[in-house]
């Protein structure tokens, strides 16, 4: 879930990866950013906004050739009998 940050005058200030690293730094708990998220409030004159990123993953053979789409990681895991940290760890990596 990407994090955007915006000032008083609603210009885009700056955007975080994840709630955890816009609580890093502001220098506030995740449970903060948690909250001004869902009431909609500003911090230190900053408004906040979520965007959940949409992470379908792609499958494809050994050609290239798209075989399948799936919508998350746990999907995957099942189908190919694969361990989510395991395929986590390949996606991370850029190698899969």
Do not use: C, W
Not at 16 to 23: D, E, G, H, V, W
Not at 55 to 82: A, C, E, T, W
């Amino acid at each position: 879930m990407n994090v955007k940050v915006y000032d008083s005058f609603n210009s885009f200030v700056m955007e975080f990866s994840t709630i955890n690293s816009t609580a890093k730094h502001f220098g506030v708990s995740s449970s903060t950013i948690k909250r001004v998220l869902k009431n909609g409030m500003s911090y230190k004159n900053f408004f906040f906004k979520s965007e959940i990123i949409y992470n379908r993953i792609l499958v494809y053979d050994y050609s290239h050739k798209l075989i399948k789409v799936l919508d998350n990681r746990s999907d995957i895991s099942r189908l190919f009998n694969i361990p989510t940290t395991t395929l986590t760890r390949y996606i991370q990596s850029g190698k899969l």
